[in-house]
T-cell receptor, first 118, second 113 residues
Framework: AQTVTQSQPEMSVQEAETVTLSCTYDTSESDYYLFWYKQPPSRQMILVIR??????QNATENRFSVNFQKAAKSFSLKISDSQLGDAAMYFC???????????????FGKGTLLTVNP | EAGVAQSPRYKIIEKRQSVAFWCNPISGHATLYWYQQILGQGPKLLIQ????????DSQLPKDRFSAERLKGVDSTLKIQPAKLEDSAVYLCASSFNRGIGYTFGSGTRLTVV
């Protein structure tokens, strides 16, 4: 079974600074998707960034970028120029590429609570 | 487009009572998921529907939890009887068939006392 581990329960960063959130995962599959989701107090999961495992290039979305190390099974999220609105729980998630199957579930880590200090 | 609608937003019940949650997914999304998120943990899949058929319910405590998705649109999740450990946020999400674009609702926070 696939597992996702986030080893940092809490992180803090000063506004305008850069912070990196860590995530490791375990899988025997060669092709899969990895995600970072943000969950503010409103509880709705919001997609931050997505990475396809077959792509060597790291995904970027504005101030958000990932460092995807497939061999090490590591998928960290870097937030540049942190803003007060970035404060939230961040979850790393995994999904297999279901070729022939139909199970498209996301497997989540336990999350990292990010605090942004003004 | 409208988001995934869930109700109620909050619910407090006593143990051994029953409770039901409702979810209305994005129009056209064939796949619907119910996740349980216990405080301090990531969401865990309870059940996945493809149209109105169950794809995965391996993590659903079937002695007390049940779910249905009539006509392949709305879904309800029921707990009967509730236990203290069922206190959690119940999130509903939907996606196109094999899509990797998931839309989540705002969840229902259940407190069992």
């Amino acid at each position: 079974a696939q597992t996702v581990t986030q080893s940092q329960p809490e992180m803090s960063v000063q506004e305008a600074e850069t912070v990196t959130l860590s995530c490791t995962y375990d899988t025997s599959e060669s092709d899969y998707y990895l995600f970072w989701y943000k969950q503010p107090p409103s509880r709705q999961m919001i997609l931050v960034i997505r990475q396809e495992a077959y792509k060597q290039q790291n995904a970027t979305e504005n101030r958000f970028s990932v460092n995807f190390q497939k061999a090490a099974k590591s998928f960290s999220l870097k937030i540049s120029d942190s803003q007060l609105g970035d404060a939230a729980m961040y979850f790393c998630a995994y999904r297999r590429v279901s070729s022939g199957g139909s199970n498209y579930k996301l497997t989540f880590g336990k999350g990292t609570l990010l605090t942004v200090n003004p | 487009e409208a988001g995934v609608a869930q109700s109620p937003r909050y619910k407090i019940i006593e143990k051994r009572q029953s409770v039901a949650f409702w979810c209305n997914p994005i129009s056209g999304h064939a796949t619907l998921y119910w996740y349980q998120q216990i405080l301090g943990q990531g969401p865990k899949l309870l059940i996945q529907f493809q149209n109105n058929g169950v794809v995965d319910d391996s993590q659903l405590p079937k002695d007390r939890f049940s779910a249905e998705r009539l006509k392949g649109v709305d879904s309800t999740l029921k707990i009967q009887p509730a236990k203290l450990e069922d206190s959690a946020v119940y999130l509903c999400a939907s996606s196109f068939n094999r899509g990797i674009g998931y839309t989540f609702g705002s969840g229902t926070r259940l407190t069992v006392v």
